[in-house]
């Protein structure tokens, strides 16, 4: 008897999505704190104090990303909790959105990705119900043979003392008593 429990893995598309998303929106957010600095006179110019808001914002996305990045590794490493760090990177990714977001395609890779760690459920493996596989189960054949192994020894290999089959013509070893191919009587 046989029963089903959960084996080892991770949302691994989850965790690809969430992690480009999260890259994405941090490299955003240095580009537009980069900008912040290199132009400031520029924009201050066009608007007075418009280069302080952008480094501000450029700071709440730079912070965001990194969440739903560190999110995403923990997804990896800790997918029993992939719920918890799912709605983190859902709510992350949408904050983003006051930065950039990762020109909106780390946000909307950050919203997947989340979505799909809420979602995910672990591979089930089937594994036998009551302890390990004794003797004469399925899972542990004794000696090492396998229960759908043919009793007839395989083809002959070449140069060694062989006998054809009258029925499909392939090689076989002289001692066989069937056809190791398709099962007839050898004569």
Not at 56 to 70: E, Q
Not at 173 to 187: D, Y
């Amino acid at each position: 008897m046989y029963a089903t429990s959960a084996s080892s893995g991770y949302p691994r598309t989850a965790y690809l999505l969430s992690l480009i998303g999260g890259i994405l929106i941090v490299l955003y957010a240095l580009l537009e704190a980069v900008e912040a600095v290199v132009y400031s006179s520029k924009i201050n110019a066009l608007v007075p104090g418009a280069s302080g808001l952008l480094a501000i914002l450029a700071t709440v996305g730079l912070v965001a990303g990194i969440i739903v990045v560190v999110g995403a590794f923990q997804l990896k490493s800790r997918p029993e909790s992939r719920k918890g760090w799912g709605v983190m990177i859902l709510l992350f990714s949408l904050v983003s959105f006051v930065g950039g977001g990762g020109l909106f395609i780390g946000l909307i890779l950050g919203l997947v990705g989340g979505i799909m760690a809420l979602t995910w459920n672990p591979p089930v493996a089937v594994g036998p119900l009551y302890g390990a596989p004794r003797y004469g189960s399925p899972g542990n054949p004794p000696m090492g043979s396998t229960p759908w192994a043919s009793p007839t020894p395989s083809p002959a290999a070449p140069g060694g003392a062989q006998r054809f089959c009258s029925s499909c013509g392939s090689p076989n070893v002289a001692t066989a008593q069937f056809c190791a191919k398709c099962g007839a009587p050898m004569q």
